[in-house]
């Protein structure tokens, strides 16, 4: 399987490219109907961003010209959809990776609502022009749609990113969000602690107070919130840590009232975990003048209209999920029934520093944060999962 570059606690710089798109009638194959449907031939450069609007058809060039069979993916992303700079980019970005290195072709379907999950997971399964070798489905909240599903067509192999689908036609791939959350916590309990000024913010070292805005409020999400208390508390054990769940992951004004209530209270620094919802907590930290940590990608490259704010990103390597996946359906590997958990051990998570700020993180704070991540990695270090235990 792939090894991505590690950036463990380094500046990125980029992303891929964007792939260009051009809109065709008569598509075949793949799902139709409500919400945003892609179909897209192998692309010749990966692409980054995604984009959302109108339905759309990729073409491209294949990457590799030759015989073989050709691997046909079809992909579910998440509610909120392409263009939210994190979690469901991220996902594309493994999608178009693989589709640069293989012999792969691949439809997109952007769903408006949980309610379409189920319709677009069947009809991925039920296609026959093309036949479908892999279905990957984005996000904890499709798990009881593909239980169904997968049930209904056991002869499809299908991948869940971000919970358990248990199911020998259906390969989960989770992550130890936890760990890298404490990471992030880790920082913002020092920058809390300090006078802190880079970009546009500056911290209130009076008041010891930092802040976490989550989507919907659930066991994944809670999980986000439990490693960053717990790092903010190893550090200051009598910081004040508030917390919000705006209920949706595709909300960027709830996320701009939430994060500007923490702001105006105090909070210097605002973690979220909240898809396209986390987009108003940046602009947030912009009109109040504090700081903000981003998550899934490194959010300070993706928005980069709020990188004077953006101390740091929780990447969580989704990219490596679907990856990996693809690439095990490609070479006759894929394991149905199997859970993959990746973690800060082996680059599922890590704690990237802003691409405008992170030169200007204090040397003694970036060693604190590079101390616990092997703490964690060494087991010296017990992350908890559930806020109550912190």
Do not use: W
């Amino acid at each position: 399987m792939r090894d991505f570059d590690r950036r463990d606690f380094i500046k990125t710089t980029g992303v891929l490219g964007t792939v260009g798109l051009t809109g065709l009638a008569g598509c075949t194959g793949g799902p139709s109907g409500d919400g945003e449907d892609t179909t897209t031939e192998q692309p010749d450069d990966a692409g980054g961003d995604g984009t959302s609007g109108e339905t759309e058809t990729e073409e491209t060039t294949t990457a590799e010209d030759g015989g073989g069979d050709v691997t046909q993916v079809g992909m579910v992303y998440a509610t909120g959809g392409l263009g939210d700079g994190s979690f469901n980019d991220q996902a594309q970005t493994g999608l178009q990776q693989a589709a640069e290195e293989f012999d792969v072709e691949y439809s997109e379907s952007q769903p408006d609502e949980v309610a379409q999950f189920s319709n677009y997971q069947q009809q991925y399964a039920s296609s026959t022009d093309p036949d479908y070798d892999l279905v990957s489905c984005i996000g904890f909240l499709q798990a009881d749609s593909l239980s169904e599903t997968a049930a209904n067509y056991p002869d499809q192999n299908f991948q869940i990113v971000d919970s358990v689908v248990e199911s020998d036609n259906v390969g989960s791939y989770v992550f130890r969000e936890h760990e890298g959350s404490y990471l992030v916590g880790v920082l913002a309990g020092h920058l809390t602690t300090m006078e802190f000024s880079a970009g546009a913010g500056s911290t209130r070292p009076d008041d010891t107070r930092v802040g976490f805005v989550g989507g919907v409020e659930s066991a994944l999400i809670e999980k986000f919130e439990a490693g960053f208390k717990a790092g903010v508390t190893a550090v200051e054990e009598d910081a004040t840590i508030q917390t919000t769940y705006v209920g949706d992951f595709n909300d960027p004004t709830g996320g701009q009232e939430a994060a500007l209530r923490m702001y105006q209270d105090g909070s210097d620094v605002v973690y979220h975990a909240a898809g396209n919802t986390g987009t108003g907590v940046f602009q947030a930290a912009q009109e109040e003048g504090r700081f903000a940590v981003g998550v899934d990608r490194d959010q300070s490259v993706t928005r980069p209209d709020y990188a004077d704010v953006i101390l740091a990103s929780m990447v969580k390597r989704v990219d490596t999920a679907v990856y990996n996946a693809i690439e095990a359906t490609v070479n006759g590997e894929f394991e149905g029934g199997a859970v993959t958990t990746l973690g800060l051990d082996d680059d599922g998570v890590e704690c990237v520093y802003g691409d405008q700020l992170g030169s200007e993180i204090p040397g003694d704070v970036e060693s604190a944060v590079s101390d616990a991540r092997q703490g964690i990695i060494d087991g010296d270090i017990s992350v908890p999962q559930d806020p109550s235990d912190v």
